[in-house]
């Protein structure tokens, strides 16, 4: 589903989901290549390495986030339409917004709290990798939920300027 041509105008969130997309399919590709060499070394040699699952966790939570993220970018998100069945045409727009306000103020929600939780884990490390920080899974939640404050806001914008 193309996205909104206000948010596909957009230079910054057009650049924006393409590195994300992109950071997600090496997160996604990864994960096959390490879920594949776990169950050979698992199966065929009976030497499983717990490094493995763990990275390909982490890179989960990545591939989970990005998407989400991609899809306030194409609007495909879960929706509730109730109140967008309802009610006159005229109405339609005053729903759209609303609906818009309540998913970015969740979004600002999650970064925030995505935002704490990765400074609370500066300085820690992975359990079975020590030499990574874990930092580097939980920066995903606020980068991504900014992304997609910014989609929603440029998708308010555009309906307020209908």
């Not at 970015?104 to 709290?113: F, G, I, N, R």
């Not at 930092?135 to 209908?162: E, M, Q, W, Y």
């Amino acid at each position: 589903m193309e996205p909104t041509q206000s948010v596909k105008n957009n230079a910054l969130s057009g650049r924006s989901v393409r590195a994300l997309n992109a950071i997600g399919a090496v997160a996604l590709a990864l994960t096959i290549a390490l879920t594949f060499g776990q169950v050979v070394l698992r199966y065929i040699f009976n030497n499983p390495q717990a490094w493995a699952e763990e990275i390909s966790r982490y890179l989960f939570i990545w591939i989970t986030v990005i998407g989400i993220a991609s899809a306030y970018y194409n609007d495909t998100n879960i929706k509730i339409d109730l109140l967008s069945g309802i009610g006159r045409k005229s109405l339609k727009k005053y729903v759209s917004i609303f609906r818009h306000i309540c998913d970015m103020l969740a979004a600002m929600t999650l970064c925030y709290s995505g935002y704490i939780v990765m400074m609370n884990k500066i300085g820690t490390k992975f359990f079975t990798v020590p030499d990574l920080p874990q930092t580097l899974v939980h920066i995903a939640i606020p980068i991504c939920f900014f992304f997609s404050v910014l989609c929603i806001a440029t998708r308010i914008r555009t309906l307020i300027n209908k």
